[in-house]
Each structure stands twice: as structure tokens, then as C-alpha cells.
């Protein structure tokens, strides 16, 4: 048992003289009072404080020195700090030698993957680092926990969940907790307040009960208010109960915004003649390879993953009439690239020509390449000798000390004896060049007279480097005729159905289907949402209406008539659908700026306005008739 006796706390924003506090059984103890009361300054002199106003015992004999309360306190602040190791690490530290079978139950109590534990702590979320912090302070095994505005950053179910853990703590600990958060409410709990500068603690039996009951009278004072008054016929309680289910609605668009974000691409494709292989094909017939068969109408079986693509479809797409050129990735070029770049002592130029599409989209298999690498201009056109390098090359290469980006943009250099015009700045250091069908700076054009030769020289480093694949394609793009992107894109996904392609119109396939996937997923997820809330409504509305039954029959009896009563209650119907919908609209687009956002919001909302008005108006029909219920 710790007791606090005459503990005075006093800085320039709060002062409290003769704290006496007393923990002396198991259980839940709330820490209640006004922003700014010092509830937190409490909690830390209490653990923290040498005033030696903390005793482990009743009769004041046996004061608790630090290292005493560190042994019986566990602390959960406010203010997590964000310490950049593991969080396994960050347990081990807290708790000590700990095993999986220690900490496997509180990581699935508090809806948490164990993969959490090689996380690094502050990468983590604001819920998940509570939640981590917790099962820190429930491991370290003491018998007092203290918890300060513990539902910070937590969502309704996870409250739940900590509040039940809390529960079975409670049985045979102190758990001491800050909070105002009325979702974490116990029905058995010592309260402690601070107001005012007093402090008082007094056990509760039941305060929550009381407190519910409280409630309860208002509505029931309200909602006798609202039938009583609206003689005229506009229903503005009903309006409020209305706005309340909206905003409820309103905060699910929440969760369908980020489903949107991550699950259902709004965005256009850009249109293009390229098809891309990847190199040596995915060795796989996956999900992408079959959307854009099915959508293609092609014939096709899952294969066993042999069918790649290799040098083997050079000679073949030569001879294909809807195709302008090839270019492959020259891999013996990237290799010994690559070499010069890991080499510090390397002082030549780095130079690759790229063609131009390459920015448009396909970067991301090539390592050096990067949109992102550019900090000033452009990127060099094609055949029209142009450069893009870093201030970095032009100093060591050129003798060019200038910093000011405009004037180095236009100024001409001389590459390997050709004179090339400045049109951006990277940087990195890498000498971009136009690209043109004559050379080959890393991007070869397929031609019938030198492909043997390029194979060879491919075919041939790759079994000296013991290559996984000496005969797979590398990455190869294909310029075809305008239209005729499909035509060439069917024929190689039936010839190679476990190649890995990509292009704009199989991008546009395959968006497409995986939208129609998604929407339908997010369609019954808002169906299920709104049939939950149609639910609790209905059950809301039986209990109020049993609550005001007195005050109903009265308004059968003395007040309206028949007549009155539908059309006040026609009024309020198109009024409160009217008026309620518009302002959530607004809201709804204004905040979210989705089309589908809003839809899944009238989707929601709608019918759940509707049957509320439906519900009313059979209930006062009812009355009208005699029976309530």
C-alpha cells in the first residue's frame, strides 16, 4: 500500500498544499481536473519527487526513497520520447530479459502484429507507440501503474481493447490513470480531482451509473421539448439527431479517403507507343499477366514460369510490321558503368544517352537513372546534342567554375569531339547526353546487321560474370506504330505469358480492373457501415420513444390533431433531408475533393436519413392511432 501525506506541490502555474492521497487496494484510479489543473505535475511528484512526502505504509513509517519507486512504479507519460531502436529493444531495456511467450499475448490483446517488435520505436505510429509503451509498463511487473492520457492517438476499438486489458490489471494492481476521455469509463473507480488548487480523492460505487443517468434526463428533458413546442411543424430536434448520424457518416469518409488513396488509382494515363520488357521476364505468370489477357480476350493457361523472355524474340520483332525500332538496355555498357562508379579513383567522364522516353515512366529499372536527379532545366532531347550533367563535372571535366544555374544553361561542350548545348543541371554525377541512332551510350537500336554481334558480347560477359540468366532479354523497349500498341502487346503476352511487360494501355487495363475490384470491396464495406448504423438507430430511437411515451400521449390527446401532426411532420422531412444533405456535400467535398468519396457518403447518408424520418413518422402514427409501441 503507498499513501501520499501533506505533499505540497508549487510552481508559478499551480500550487496545492496538504495532498493527501491514499492506493491502498487493488483497482482503477482516475485522475480527473481541468486542462492545465496539474494533473501531470502530481502524477511525476509522486514518482519522481524527493519532497519524502510518499510512504509504503499507513502509518507513515516507511518512506519510499527512488530506487524504492522504481521498483513499485510503472510510468506511461504523456509525451512517449522517440528513441530511434527496436522496439524489441526498447522492451528489453524497460522490462529486462524478456521472451516471446512474455510479450505474444499483449501484442495480440492490443491488435498488434509481433513483426512490430522489429520496427524502430519512433518510425512507429503515435496508437502503436502507446500501445508498445503499455506492454512495457505492464512487463516491468509492478504493482502500481500510472498512465497519463493513455488513449492519446487511439481509436475507438483500441480503447476498447486497452480499457478491457486495464480491466484485468486492475484485479490485482493500482492502475492509476489521466484521463478526460470518456470512452475509457470504468464503473467501479476511486476518483481523484483537482480543483481549484484542492485535491480530493473519494471511492466510487457505481458514479459512472449516476452520471449515464444524468444523461439520460436531458435527453429525455430535450426530446420532450422538441415534440412539445414544434407546433408549426419544423422539427429542429430531429434535425440535430439527424446531424449527429451525418457527422458520424462524415468520419467514416475518413477511412474511405485513405482506401481510395491506396487501393483506387484517379489518375489519367499518359498515352504512349512503348511497350517495356523487363529483363528476363518475371519468371512468374502473376495477377498483372492475367488481367490484361482476360482483358485482351487472349487464350491462356498458367504456365509453369519456362516461358521467358530471351534473345530469342530479337529476330522475331525485327520482322514485325507494327513495330519503328527497338532499343535494348546494352548490358555489358551498365556493367562496366557500374564498375567506373564504384571506382573512386575513376576519373573519366560518366556518360549514358538515354532516349527520352525513358523519363516518362520506366526509370525504375535502371539504377543510375532517376527523374529526381535533376535540379535545374531539362532533360536532353533526342538527336538534338544536349546535355544534362552535374556543376561538379563541369569543374573537373570543363574548367567551368560558374554557380549561377542561368548561365551555365546554354553554354556549349565539347563530348568526345561533338559540341553539346547545356539544358540541365543534376545532381548527380552523371553526363546525360541526347540520344541518337548511331551511338550506343547504354541504350543499343536493334539493327539486323550488328544484333549477332550484340548478342554475342551480352551472352558471352554474362556466363565470365555467371550470370543467373546468360539468355535473357535485358530491358528492351518497344516503339511501335501509332495503334498498333495492342496488336504487338497481344502477340508477345500469347507467345511469352510469363514476360514481364508494362505499357500504357496494359497500365490502363489493369488500373481498370483492379478500380472495379476495389470499388465493389469498398461498396460492401460502406454497406456494411451503414446497416450497422441503421441498427443502432433503430434500437436508439425504440428506446427514446418508449422514454417519452407519457409526453406523446399527451400530444395525441391535447395538442395536435391529425392533420397538423403529418403535415408538421412532411415539413421536417423535406426540410431536415433537404438542408442536411446539402451541408454535408459541402463538407464532404471540401474536404476530400473525390467523387467517389461523395458518392459513398450519399450512399451512407441518404438511406439512413430516410429511414429515420420513415421511423419517426410510423411512430407518431402510431400515437395518432393510440398505440405507441
Same mark, same amino acid.
Given at each position: 500500500m503507498?499513501f ?7 510552481n508559478?502555474n ?8 491514499k ?9 480527473n481536473? @481541468? ?10 511528484n509522486?514518482l519522481f519527487g524527493?519532497s519524502g512526502?510518499?510512504?509504503?505504509d499507513?502509518?507513515?513509517t516507511?518512506?519510499?526513497n527512488?530506487?524504492q519507486?522504481?521498483n513499485?512504479f ?12 527496436k ?8 522490462t ?17 502484429d509481433i ?6 520505436f519512433s518510425d512507429?505510429?503515435?496508437?502503436e507507440q ?5 506492454i512495457?509498463a505492464?512487463l ?9 492520457e ?10 476498447m481493447k486497452?480499457? %478491457?486489458?486495464l480491466?484485468?490489471l486492475?484485479k490485482?494492481?493500482?492502475?492509476i490513470i489521466i484521463?478526460?476521455d470518456?470512452?475509457l469509463s470504468?464503473e467501479q473507480?476511486?476518483l481523484i480531482n483537482?480543483?481549484?488548487g484542492i485535491?480530493?480523492?473519494?471511492d ?16 429525455r428533458?430535450n426530446l420532450?421539448?422538441i415534440?412539445?413546442k414544434?407546433i408549426w411543424?419544423?422539427d429542429?430536434?430531429?434535425?440535430i ?12 469518409s ?5 482506401f481510395i ?6 489518375y489519367?494515363l ?11 521476364g ?11 489477357m ?5 487464350d491462356f493457361e ?9 534473345f ?6 525485327l520482322?514485325?510490321e507494327?513495330?519503328?525500332e527497338?532499343?535494348?538496355?546494352d548490358f555489358?555498357f ?6 567506373m ?8 567522364l560518366l ?9 516518362d515512366?520506366f ?5 543510375l ?7 535545374v532545366?531539362r ?6 546534342y544536349?546535355?544534362?550533367?552535374s ?16 548561365n ?5 561542350? @565539347?563530348?568526345?569531339?561533338v ?8 545532381y548527380d554525377d552523371?553526363a546525360?547526353?541526347?540520344? %541518337?541512332? @548511331?551511338?550506343n551510350?547504354g541504350?543499343?537500336?536493334l539493327?539486323s546487321?550488328?544484333?549477332n ?5 551480352t551472352?558471352s ?9 546468360p539468355y535473357g532479354l535485358?530491358e ?5 506504330k501509332?495503334g498498333?500498341?495492342?496488336e ?11 514476360g ?6 496494359f ?12 470499388t465493389?470491396?469498398?461498396?460492401s464495406?460502406?454497406?456494411i457501415i451503414l446497416i450497422?448504423f441503421?441498427v ?7 428506446t427514446?420513444?418508449t ?9 395525441r390527446n391535447?395538442l395536435f390533431?391529425?392533420?397538423n401532426?403529418?403535415k408538421?411532420?412532411?415539413k421536417q422531412?423535406i426540410?431536415s433531408?433537404?438542408?442536411?444533405l446539402?451541408?454535408?456535400?459541402l463538407?464532404?467535398?471540401?474536404l476530400?475533393l ?5 458518392l459513398?457518403f450519399?450512399f451512407k447518408a441518404f ?9 419517426y ?13
Open positions: 503507498v501520499v501525506k501533506n505533499l505540497e506541490i508549487k508559478k499551480i500550487s496545492f498544499n496538504q495532498i493527501n492521497l492506493f491502498k487496494i487493488p483497482g482503477i484510479y482516475i485522475i481536473g @481541468e486542462n492545465g489543473a496539474g494533473k501531470t505535475t502530481l502524477v511525476e509522486i524527493n512526502s510518499v510512504y509504503l499507513e502509518d507513515l516507511t518512506e519510499l527512488y530506487e519507486k522504481a513499485l510503472s510510468y506511461l507519460p504523456q509525451n512517449l520520447p522517440q528513441v530511434k531502436i522496439v524489441e529493444e526498447y522492451l528489453r531495456r524497460i529486462g530479459d524478456l521472451t516471446l511467450d512474455d510479450i505474444g499475448g499483449y501484442i495480440t490483446d492490443l491488435d498488434l513483426s512490430i517488435l522489429k520496427q524502430v512507429l505510429s503515435g496508437g502507446v500501445k508498445i509503451a503499455l512495457a505492464i516491468k511487473d509492478t504493482d502500481y501503474i500510472f498512465l497519463d493513455p488513449t492519446n492517438n487511439l481509436d475507438n476499438e483500441s480503447v486497452l480499457k %478491457n486489458t480491466l484485468g486492475s490485482f494492481k493500482k492502475v484521463t478526460h470518456e470512452r470504468f473507480f476511486s483537482l480543483s481549484d485535491v480530493t480523492q473519494e466510487s460505487d457505481g458514479e459512472n451509473e449516476y452520471i449515464f443517468d444524468k444523461r439520460q434526463t436531458k435527453v428533458y420532450s421539448k415534440v412539445l414544434k411543424g419544423l429542429w430536434g430531429l434535425v439527431l439527424n446531424g449527429f448520424f451525418l457527422l458520424l457518416i462524415l468520419g467514416t475518413f477511412l474511405d479517403r485513405n488513396e491506396i487501393s483506387i488509382a484517379t489519367d499518359a498515352e504512349s507507343e512503348i511497350i517495356f520488357i523487363a529483363e528476363g518475371s519468371w512468374r505468370f502473376d495477377d498483372f499477366n492475367q488481367t490484361v482476360e482483358s485482351l480476350g487472349l498458367e504456365s509453369d514460369g519456362k516461358e521467358t523472355v530471351s530469342s524474340v530479337l529476330d522475331y520483332l520482322k514485325n507494327n513495330i519503328d527497338i532499343i535494348v538496355s555489358t551498365w556493367w562496366e558503368l557500374q564498375n562508379v564504384t571506382d573512386y579513383e575513376n576519373t573519366d556518360v549514358v544517352a538515354p532516349p527520352e522516353f525513358i523519363w515512366g526509370t525504375f529499372s535502371f539504377w537513372l532517376d527523374p529526381n536527379m535533376l535540379y532545366g532533360f536532353p532531347g533526342d538527336g538534338a544536349e546535355v544534362s550533367l556543376t561538379k563535372m563541369l569543374e573537373y571535366h570543363f574548367g567551368i567554375f560558374e554557380y549561377n544555374y542561368d551555365l544553361l546554354g553554354l556549349q561542350i @565539347e563530348i568526345y569531339g559540341e553539346h548545348e547545356i539544358v540541365g543541371i543534376l552523371l546525360v547526353i541526347s540520344w %541518337n541512332r @548511331e551511338t551510350f541504350f543499343y537500336l539493327r546487321d550488328t544484333m554481334k550484340f548478342i554475342e558480347n551472352v560477359l554474362k556466363h565470365e560474370l555467371y550470370w543467373h540468366d535485358p528492351t523497349f518497344i516503339r511501335t501509332e498498333d500498341e495492342v504487338v502487346l497481344s502477340a508477345l503476352m500469347v507467345e511469352f505469358p510469363d514481364e511487360f508494362f505499357s500504357s494501355h497500365s490502363y487495363l489493369y488500373m481498370r480492373r483492379n478500380n472495379i475490384r476495389n465493389l470491396r469498398l461498396l464495406r460502406n454497406a450497422l441503421l443502432i438507430i433503430a434500437s436508439f430511437q425504440k427514446l420513444f422514454i417519452i411515451e407519457p409526453e406523446l400521449i399527451d400530444l391535447f390533431d391529425k392533420n401532426l403529418i408538421s411532420l412532411t422531412t426540410f433531408i433537404t438542408i442536411l446539402v451541408i454535408f456535400i463538407v464532404n467535398t471540401f476530400f473525390n467523387t467517389l468519396n461523395l459513398m450519399l438511406p439512413l436519413l430516410l429511414f429515420n424520418q420513415i421511423y413518422y410510423r411512430k407518431f402514427r402510431k400515437v395518432l392511432n393510440g398505440n405507441l409501441r
